[in-house]
């Protein structure tokens, strides 16, 4: 369970990271803010819902498994999603 425990940990720093460099720096305009587009309020929600679903799966105790099949999928697969992104 620590293990989990660190992993999810981990992937929700990630996530936090990845919101705030991606989509807010990335996007920032001076004197207007970060602009967004639909796609990205789409990738921050998504990057919020990954968040809260990890923090509850360790306040909670259960749904760890969960966690890291979901996790392990979406790593496996971005590779496959970059290759599509970059054709």
Do not use: K
């Not at 369970?1 to 999810?8: E, F, G, K, L, P």
């Amino acid at each position: 369970r620590d293990v989990t425990h660190a992993i999810t940990s981990y992937c929700t720093g990630y996530m936090i990271y990845d919101s705030i460099v991606g989509y807010v720096v990335e996007t920032w305009q001076p004197g207007v803010g970060p602009v967004l587009t639909t796609d990205h309020w789409m990738f921050l929600v998504h990057h919020v819902l990954t968040s809260l679903y990890m923090i509850s799966a360790r306040f909670v105790g259960a749904g760890h498994m969960s966690a890291m099949i979901l996790m392990f999928l979406g790593e496996f697969t971005a590779p496959i999603m970059n290759i599509h992104l970059i054709l």
